[in-house]
C-alpha cells in the first residue's frame, strides 16, 4: 500500500476504459495502487468519489483530487507528469489526437461494451468462468449468483440485451475498425510519427476485439462464443494486426500495489 501521495486506480478489471487509464499510468512509469470494487458496487464508489460528477470508473486519485473519465484522467497525467507525453507538442497534431481520441471514446467505446455483454448474456456458462477468473475475491467463489447479478445489471445499466441494438453494435464496431485503418493508411501510427493519445485510445478500446497477450487477462478463453465467431474473421484486418502491434510496442507494464475496496 502507498502512502497518501500514491495515486489510486480505481478500476474494473475487464473494462477498456480502465485499460485506457491504465495504459497512460503505466506509458508514464507511474508507480500507483489499484482497487476493483465488486460488480456493481463502482457506481456508487464513483458517485461517492467524484461528489456526483461521474457514476462509473475509472476514477485516478491523483494529489488530493478524484478524477472520473479517462480522457479528464489522461490530460490529468500529462500534467502531472509530463515525461513520455501522450499529447504531440506540435500544436495541429495535438488537436487532430485529441479530436481522433474522443471519436475512438464516442464512437467506438460504447458499442463494443454492447456487444461483448450482448454475447456474454447468450453464454452463462463462458459469463460464469469470466466471473470466476475476474472478480474479487471472495465473490470469485460464488460465480453464478455473482454471474445472473452481473447478466441483470449489464442489461440494465448498457440494455444489452436487444438484439437490434446488438446487429448495430457490430455494424458500428466494423465502421470504427474501417476508420481505423483510413486514418492509419501506409502510417505507422494517427497522428505524427510517434505514439499518442489517439493511438492509446484506439487501442485500448479495441482490445476487447483483439485480445492481444499484454491486454488484460480474463477474456481469452472464456469470450462468449457468438462474440469469437465475430471477431474471429477480423483478426487478420490491417486494423487488428495494428492494435495488436500497439500492445507489443507500447503496453508498457508498470509497478502497482494492487488493494480490493
Sequence with gaps: MGDRTTPILWHIDVSHYSEKARWALAWKG????????????HIAVALWLTRGANYTFPVL???????????????????????????PSDPAQRRRALQLEDLFDEELG???????????????????????????????????????YA????????????????????AKVLAMLDKLEDELGDGEY??????????????????????PPEAPGGFEDSAAAGFQEFREPLLE??????????????????ETASAVA
Design 30 to 41: 507511474v508507480e500507483h495502487e489499484r482497487r476493483s470494487p465488486p460488480p456493481g458496487g
Design 237 to 254: 484486418r490491417p486494423g487488428s494486426k495494428w492494435v495488436a502491434e500497439m500492445f507489443r510496442r507500447h503496453r508498457k507494464p508498470a
Design 190 to 211: 494517427l497522428v505524427g510519427d510517434s505514439f499518442s493519445v489517439a493511438d492509446l485510445t484506439a487501442a485500448s478500446l479495441f482490445y476487447p476485439l483483439v485480445l
Design 110 to 148: 460504447p458499442d463494443i461494451r454492447l456487444l461483448v455483454w450482448h454475447e456474454f448474456g447468450n453464454d452463462r456458462e463462458r459469463f460464469e468462468r469470466l466471473v470466476r477468473e475476474t472478480a474479487p475475491p471472495p465473490l470469485d467463489k460464488f460465480a453464478s449468483p455473482t454471474a445472473l
Design 151 to 170: 447478466r441483470v445489471y449489464t442489461d440494465l445499466r448498457f440494455r444489452v440485451r436487444k438484439p437490434e441494438a446488438a446487429e448495430r453494435a457490430r
Design 61 to 87: 486519485t491523483l494529489d488530493g483530487r478524484h478524477i472520473g473519465d479517462s480522457t479528464a484522467i489522461v490530460e490529468a497525467l500529462e500534467r502531472r507528469y509530463p515525461e513520455s507525453p501522450l499529447y
